[in-house]
Structure formats: structure tokens, C-alpha cells
């Protein structure tokens, strides 16, 4: 586990010394100036549903066009498969310790979207609930994205001095 914080550490700590690659990771909420939309999957994430509705018409392509980004995904089933694995070879992965969802800036992501929703009229139905959370997705700043991004090398900092514990942020 170490060892993988290691290279996390030493992985991000060399992508922010190279600023123009720094853009191509800050890029990655969006393609040209247009956001990312968010993949709607019906019912549970399963191996086949990421494969087939998120990785292969949405990321595999979106990576390919960037070919100083580093992929980022957590260690959830439907990601550590082996068919999926195989489906990204060739693009260049973050690695991630097991657990570490306090790491990750998509989860924050999710935070911001989901207080912004506590705060709404409750949704009729799951396609007013998906038109809700499509609308705060793009109203999220690229700022905040930015900083998000920014802070991983202090959160994998922090993981490590936490002894691979979990860390608030």
C-alpha cells in the first residue's frame, strides 16, 4: 500500500512540475471549451454497463484525444475488471490505493452536486432527477474543478502522513 502511495506521490509530483501537462490533467472535465457530460446508467454500474456505455463511446475515445492525460478511476469493480483493464491499455493510469475514496476528485464533484440538489424542490421522477443533476454538473466552475485537481498532490501528502487512514477533506 505504501509503495503504491509511493508512486502516486511521485507520479503527481512530476506531473506538476511539467506545467503543460498539468493543462492536459485540468483539461479533463472538458473537451475544448465544451463540458464533459455526465453518463447516465440505468440501474446498477455493473463490468459490462461501464464497458459498454461509459469506457468505450465516451472515455477510451476522450483519452485518445489527449495523449499527456493520465486516467484516473477508483478501484470499484466494474474499474478493476479485467476486461476493463485490458480495454484501457495503452492509456496512461494514476495508480490508486484500495479505499481511498477521500482522495478522489470526482467524489468532491458528486459532494458539490449533491448539496446543491438538498437544496432544490424534490424531483417528480428519475428523469426530472436526471435533469437536475445534468444542470448542476455544468454550473460547477471550472475553478472549482481546477482546484480540485490542484489539490491531489497535498490529499496523497496527507493520505501517506495519515498512514494510509482516511483523511477529511
Not at 506531473?15 to 475544448?32: D, H, L, T
Amino acid at each position: 500500500m505504501a509503495q503504491k502511495m509511493k508512486a502516486l506521490m511521485d507520479m503527481l509530483a512530476e506531473k506538476k512540475a511539467r506545467q503543460e501537462e498539468m493543462e492536459a490533467v485540468r483539461e479533463e472535465m472538458k473537451v475544448g471549451q465544451e463540458e464533459i457530460k455526465v453518463v447516465r446508467i440505468q440501474g446498477t454500474m455493473t463490468t459490462q454497463r461501464y464497458l459498454d456505455n461509459v469506457l468505450r463511446p465516451v472515455g477510451i475515445p476522450y483519452l485518445q484525444g489527449l495523449p499527456s492525460a493520465i486516467f484516473h478511476q477508483d478501484n470499484a469493480r466494474p474499474h478493476s475488471a479485467r476486461i476493463c483493464q485490458h480495454a484501457l491499455q495503452g492509456i496512461q493510469m494514476l495508480p490508486w490505493p484500495p479505499y481511498s475514496p477521500d482522495l478522489s476528485p470526482i467524489e468532491h464533484v458528486w459532494d458539490v452536486i449533491g448539496r446543491s440538489l438538498q437544496t432544490l424542490p424534490l424531483p417528480r421522477s428519475e428523469d426530472e432527477l436526471w435533469q437536475m443533476v445534468e444542470r448542476e454538473w455544468r454550473a460547477i466552475p471550472q475553478d472549482t474543478i481546477r482546484t480540485l485537481i490542484d489539490s491531489m498532490p497535498r490529499r496523497v501528502s496527507s493520505c501517506i502522513a495519515a498512514r494510509d487512514a482516511f483523511i477529511s477533506y
